[in-house]
């Protein structure tokens, strides 16, 4: 289980690095991005997971996100795994931004010709934890999940379905069921077949109805979101916590869209939520 | 002179703003990006100007340069000019990254073919402020300039030309002496000629030298930085000051490369230092 180096920066007294590595789970290269903090020599920090939305690799928040200042204050590692496998073995659906590569969904495929290697899920629940823990000066009693957009959907099925090993979850923009908009239904579709079911596992609203809970829960959405309406429908969201008893902090942001600019803005307010919970 | 809206972002509570417009200087269409702060309706706000380097356009500091939290906090407007006129029409440089488009040196080039579209610096310092104070709530009397490696030359030498309309300079890895390295000598000799004193008024150490002076000037420099002993030179920077009894703070930055991840680390800095001599 080695990696290799793609590039380290000096970042904020820490180190901002990017790093690869043969994935026995997609069975394809993988790219991540990691940032750590100044630390004490010998110390071990909490973990925070980024997962990211369509289109995205590890990059786009290490570029645009602005969490390294929190992160540095409060002494936490921050986490960006890439959003699918790559690479030209790698089976795609060209010209379609919200499938195939960048489009990973964060599930397990279980259809032709997806199932070989778009395998998100367990590479990110099982095999890039212990990457993490192997080479990097992690804390792995103390994680905390979080994601944009697809990546919200990712960050909110895998903390409910784990909500042990997690021990806060938030969300900018998540597609909070996907079963029910077009986004998801295509993808799971696809990549899992037409039993609807078997999408339930990943669905955060269904995973609610169906008795998940998680005690800490942060999703920020912008009012001015173009996807709003039509793929991310944040009122279910609320609506399956009321309906099952479960606290849940849901704000809307006014005037705030989809992009960079929206997550840059509240993206320090979410590591210091999550270092709160992690003690 | 009017002015396009490419796109407009809500961002940290303000807004990030992409322009562009017809450049009589250049010529050309020219695209920049302003941030707007959250403000008092009515209010003016004292400007920063942000020039960037070799390769980059108006883009790179706006989605890399975590300006805006400290620019909302201190309620300070951040513009960045493009490096280059843009366009077919417009010659180029094919294959170097350091000539040409994305190269202006902010200079008004007096050779052909350059001479007529690269007139950078006509456009900073006189074209762009007049579009600024039409079209944003500008307090044109207080304006402070900073700037990245070419983009550092490009403020440095702007503002000790400019001392009374920028209160104060800074600058990430600028080039000092653009006279002295191979970058410079290449961009200025094409863009200027052979003769050398038509170069010193855009090199900043020249222009110490040859009397001029700013109070307030700080520059930050990495020590890891892959370009500071062949292009940048920072100490000659130093010694100049010194020599012509001219205050500066200039830092070597411990282990800090020539990337925006240095820029980001030390940009909320800047930003208040410079809001401290705008009043």
């Known amino acids: 289980m080695t990696i290799e180096t793609v590039s ?4 904020r007294g820490g180190v901002q690095g990017v790093y690869s590595h043969a994935s026995k789970e997609t069975g394809t ?6 940032y750590v903090p100044p630390r004490e020599e010998g110390a071990t920090l909490p973990v925070l997971w980024y997962l990211s939305g369509l289109t995205c690799t590890h990059a786009n928040v290490a570029e645009k996100g602005e969490y390294r200042q929190a992160c540095a204050e409060h002494g936490m590692i921050f986490v960006a795994p890439d959003t699918s496998p790559r690479g030209d073995d790698v089976p795609d659906a060209a010209d379609e931004y919200d499938f195939g590569k960048g489009a990973g969904f964060y599930v397990d495929a ?10 998100m899920r367990s590479y990110i629940e099982r095999e890039l934890p212990d990457v ?3 080479h990097f000066p992690a804390d792995m009693a103390r994680q ?5 957009s697809m990546g919200g959907h990712g960050a909110l099925t895998i903390g409910l379905r784990n909500p042990e090993r997690f021990k806060s979850i938030s ?11 077009p986004w998801g239904e295509k993808a799971l579709g696809r990549y899992l077949g037409e039993d609807r ?6 669905d955060a609203v269904a995973l609610i109805e169906d008795g998940a809970r998680h005690d800490h829960l942060l999703v920020d959405q912008g ?14 969201l609320g609506g399956a916590c009321d309906a099952n008893g479960m606290e849940a902090t849901i704000r809307m942001q006014e005037g705030y869209d989809h992009s960079y600019y929206f997550i840059s803005t509240f993206m320090a307010e979410h590591v210091a939520w999550h270092a709160g919970r992690l003690g």
Request: aromatic content about 12%; hydrophobic content about 35%; overall charge negative.
């Open 144 to 148: 905390s999940i979080m994601g944009h």
């Open 132 to 134: 993490l823990e192997r």
């Open 171 to 181: 969300a900018f923009s998540p597609i909070v069921a996907p079963s029910q908009v």
């Open 29 to 34: 290269e993988m790219t991540f991005s990691v």
């Open 197 to 202: 079911d078997a999408w339930r596992e990943y």
């Open 110 to 119: 279980v259809r032709e010709p997806w199932c070989k290697h778009y395998r």
């Open 8 to 11: 380290e920066n000096k970042a």
């Open 223 to 236: 009012s001015a979101d173009q996807f709003l309406d039509e793929q991310l429908r944040t009122h279910r």
